[in-house]
């Protein structure tokens, strides 16, 4: 039963991260969809971050329980290490993409990204399974996306002026303009931000606690339903005050991202454990085993494809894969869209032949 849970929780890794390949990979122009939101609003493409988090949300869950959840030396060791390599390794891609541009010094190092935030969200959400009652889980989702709330509401917080922004101001005056992300008003990881980001890996961290604690598959899944049901009506009731935004990521966000992901995950577990003997189903499974290759090696394939991105703009390689593609396919979205999914492909390749090798690294 055990290794029929982590199936299910690779195979969604697995599409998450398929997913964060995909959109962050698109060339020329896109489709809507394969965009982020530019502020207020989300799209399909707003929802692979989330999902991730809420994933390490269950994973954190379920890999401390095995020590009981026991403070010991030896176990904040290892939180305060990953921690910090998952941070460093965030800085580095970030440094790899100015060094390449030609910029290799410190001066304009963005100090915020996707591994920077994962890697606080991972500390925070560890610590508090090591020290507090979980009972208090839900009184802490609630108590930080109240306090977030506020200073939203106070700040100035859904501005999309970086001048009176308090997200925008914070980061700002704590870490300079030349160490910040400049697409958007706010740096989407900025610090502020990691606030309802550690509610969202919480909800992923009760969700964890479900499913080890439910006594069936059936149950599990059931389960992950209602929790899934629950937060996408909070979310859509939130929104009439906080409109869904993934650059501030707003509390609206945070629930109905989590509940969409309790959802799949509940989907997922109902198809590939459930009802792993029905043949009815095997249509559904056939794509979701393909996905594990992606997550058994999930944040080593996300760094492997921020990496080649990198290098295949420095040296031209997009361009010329994209011409090729685009030669075939006429219209510039599906050209796009084809050489996202070639780059997702060759990704796929390392995973594959890691698998192949049973090599699985964890960041």
């Given at each position: 039963?055990?290794?029929?849970?982590?199936?299910?929780?690779?195979?969604?890794?697995?599409?998450?991260?398929?997913?964060?390949?995909?959109?962050?990979?698109?060339?020329?122009?896109?489709?809507?969809?394969?965009?982020?939101?530019?502020?207020?609003?989300?799209?399909?493409?707003?929802?692979?971050?989330?999902?991730?988090?809420?994933?390490?949300g269950i994973a954190c869950?379920?890999?401390?329980?095995?020590?009981?959840?026991?403070?010991?030396?030896?176990?904040?060791?290892?939180?305060?290490?990953?921690?910090?390599?998952?941070?460093?390794?965030?800085?580095?891609?970030?440094?790899?993409?100015?060094?390449?541009?030609?910029?290799?010094?410190?001066?304009?190092?963005?100090?915020?990204?996707?591994?920077?935030?994962?890697?606080?969200?991972?500390?925070?959400?560890?610590?508090?399974?090591?020290?507090?009652?979980?009972?208090f889980v839900i009184p802490?989702?609630?108590?930080?996306?109240?306090?977030?709330?506020?200073?939203?509401?106070?700040?100035?917080?859904?501005?999309?002026?970086?001048?009176?922004?308090?997200?925008?101001?914070?980061?700002?005056?704590?870490?300079?303009?030349?160490?910040?992300?400049?697409?958007?008003?706010?740096?989407?990881?900025?610090?502020?931000?990691?606030?309802?980001?550690?509610?969202?890996?919480?909800?992923?961290?009760?969700?964890?606690?479900?499913?080890?604690?439910?006594?069936?598959?059936?149950?599990?899944?059931?389960?992950?339903?209602?929790?899934?049901?629950?937060?996408?009506?909070?979310?859509?009731?939130?929104?009439?005050?906080?409109?869904?935004?993934?650059?501030?990521?707003?509390?609206?966000?945070?629930?109905?991202?989590?509940?969409?992901?309790?959802?799949?995950?509940?989907?997922?577990?109902?198809?590939?454990?459930?009802?792993?003997?029905?043949?009815?189903?095997?249509?559904?499974?056939?794509?979701?085993?393909?996905?594990?290759?992606?997550?058994?090696?999930?944040?080593?394939?996300?760094?492997?494809?921020?990496?080649?991105?990198?290098?295949?703009?420095?040296?031209?390689?997009?361009?010329?894969?994209?011409?090729?593609?685009?030669?075939?396919?006429?219209?510039?979205?599906?050209?796009?869209?084809?050489?996202?999914?070639?780059?997702?492909?060759?990704?796929?390749?390392?995973?594959?032949?890691?698998?192949?090798?049973?090599?699985?690294?964890?960041?």
């Open positions: 039963m055990s290794e029929n849970r982590l199936l299910s929780l690779d195979i969604l890794r697995g599409l998450t991260v398929a997913g964060m390949v995909l959109v962050n990979n698109g060339f020329g122009e896109s489709f809507e969809m394969l965009q982020h939101s530019r502020w207020n609003g989300m799209t399909p493409c707003d929802l692979v971050f989330p999902f991730f988090l809420f994933i390490m869950y379920l890999s401390l329980s095995k020590t009981n959840f026991t403070p010991t030396r030896h176990s904040l060791y290892k939180i305060g290490k990953r921690t910090l390599m998952l941070f460093l390794i965030g800085l580095f891609i970030n440094w790899f993409h100015n060094a390449l541009k030609g910029d290799p010094g410190l001066d304009h190092l963005r100090i915020w990204a996707v591994m920077q935030r994962i890697a606080l969200c991972y500390f925070a959400v560890s610590l508090f399974a090591l020290y507090v009652r979980h009972r802490t989702i609630a108590l930080l996306l109240g306090i977030y709330t506020v200073i939203l509401l106070t700040g100035n917080g859904y501005a999309e002026d970086a001048s009176t922004n308090i997200l925008a101001q914070a980061d700002l005056q704590l870490f300079g303009y030349e160490h910040l992300y400049h697409k958007s008003p706010v740096d989407p990881e900025g610090l502020l931000g990691t606030m309802p980001s550690i509610a969202h890996v919480l909800l992923g961290f009760y969700c964890g606690r479900l499913i080890k604690q439910s006594p069936t598959v059936e149950h599990k899944a059931v389960n992950l339903f209602v929790v899934g049901a629950v937060c996408v009506i909070i979310g859509y009731l939130l929104t009439y005050g906080l409109p869904l935004n993934k650059r501030i990521w707003s509390p609206s966000y945070v629930m109905m991202t989590c509940g969409l992901a309790a959802l799949v995950q509940g989907l997922i577990m109902f198809v590939v454990d459930f009802k792993h003997q029905d043949n009815r189903f095997a249509v559904l499974r056939a794509p979701f085993f393909v996905c594990k290759v992606f997550g058994m090696n999930a944040l080593a394939l996300y760094v492997c494809s921020e990496l080649l991105a990198i290098i295949f703009s420095h040296f031209g390689i997009n361009d010329a894969l994209y011409n090729v593609l685009h030669t075939v396919i006429a219209p510039e979205k599906w050209a796009s869209l084809a050489y996202a999914i070639t780059f997702v492909a060759i990704n796929y390749a390392v995973g594959y032949l890691l698998y192949l090798k049973k090599i699985y690294i964890k960041l």
